[in-house]
């Protein structure tokens, strides 16, 4: 193994070792499992020495900490939780809202907007409910609040904008995968598909550095973010997405629907079990709207071929379907429409394969 000095490795240099420097490493609390000596130990000598061949060995949970997110509001929260018995209705779901004023004024303001093109002002959170729905109220309100704590990080190519694209595409595909797959509440995979990456603004934020190179290596290599990040820091922003899920007290359900997104083995005892975490993982197939080319049509197509029951629509209607759903939903969730549907992109993955 060929030992380096860390205390040569700065910034801008060549090498899994120069992607951070070393004051970032300390602060993080490097694990150095592949250490010669141990840094900063006793005396704060500078002796670290490390294989260039080995991961990079950051400490997940302390670049979490350090990016001191506050929490998801309790009303979120309740709502998520609410979402998960069909029997709740308007009455119940108002409950969180009324007691959250700030979240009451957002939704009352969103119900009253001219998407909705109701006649009269809307003053009762109860009856926006009953009008527009239990479901796209807690939709908006879980999408409003991450919204509102994940940070817009200056990192290379990384675009929130186009984050939330990815995202809304994502969480409608599950929603509507899952009930291919015979999902009856399938608004959890919505949630998951939904939130899916919400770690990474954190990660590009707390490590900005690794992500530059990771976002770079990714659109050079032609391979999945999770597979950079594994190579490079032993764990990806699903996993770190689960962790945050906790944090935020979401239901562990909701959180293993998140740090299970990149599964991808369509026959596995889990996925048939529970055809949600299929739904999400495939929704995590899509393609980015900033990627030049989607890798990943060929791995969905086989996936859902897979997967789903006789007498489901094909993978290009669940396409059009979703293209349909985002069309209506991003004006109130104040999305841009891509430049490019996915039924184009599915055309134009088909039309280079024949
Ligand atoms: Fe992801």
Not at 63 to 84: D, H, I, K, T
Request: proline share 6%; net charge neutral.
């Amino acid at each position: 193994m060929a030992f380096h000095q860390l205390g040569d490795c700065v910034k801008g240099r060549q090498g899994p070792l120069t992607l951070i420097c070393r004051e970032e490493l300390f602060d993080l609390g490097f694990l150095g499992e592949h250490c010669a000596e141990k840094w900063f130990g006793g005396g704060r000598k500078r002796v670290l020495k490390m294989s260039t061949e080995s991961v990079l060995k950051v400490d997940l949970h302390r670049v979490l900490s350090r990016a001191q997110l506050s929490g998801l509001p309790q009303s979120a929260v309740r709502l998520v939780e609410l979402s998960q018995d069909p029997s709740n209705g308007p009455a119940e779901f108002a409950a969180p809202i009324e007691a959250d004023p700030g979240l009451a004024g957002q939704v009352l303001r969103f119900v009253n907007s001219s998407y909705f093109g109701f006649t009269r002002e809307i003053s009762s959170v109860k009856l926006a409910i009953s009008l527009v729905g239990v479901r796209t109220i807690k939709n908006f309100a879980l999408w409003s609040a991450v919204f509102s704590l994940v940070p817009n990080p200056r990192c290379g190519p990384f675009d929130l904008k186009s984050l939330w694209q990815d995202s809304l595409r994502r969480g409608l595909f599950a929603r509507a995968a899952a009930k291919c797959l015979g999902v009856k509440e399938a608004e959890e995979a919505f949630s998951a598909g939904l939130l899916q990456d919400m770690a990474v603004p954190v990660l590009a934020k707390e490590l900005p550095d690794v992500y530059v190179r990771l976002l770079a290596a990714r659109e050079q290599g032609q391979m999945r973010l999770s597979d950079v990040e594994q190579q490079t820091l032993g764990w990806t922003h699903a996993q770190a997405g689960g962790i945050l899920a906790r944090q935020w007290n979401l239901p562990d359900d909701f959180a293993v629907l998140i740090e299970n997104h990149l599964a991808n083995d369509a026959n596995s005892p889990r996925m048939r079990r529970d055809p949600r975490l299929a739904a999400v993982a495939m929704s995590a197939l899509l393609p980015s709207v900033v990627d030049p080319v989607w890798h990943e049509a060929p791995q969905l197509e086989a996936f859902y071929d897979q997967i789903r029951p006789a007498r489901t629509p094909s993978l290009a209607k669940l396409l059009g379907q979703v293209d349909q759903e985002f069309a209506g939903f991003a004006p109130i969730m104040k999305v841009a429409l891509p430049s490019k549907s996915l039924v184009d992109w599915h055309g134009e993955v088909a039309a280079a394969a024949s």
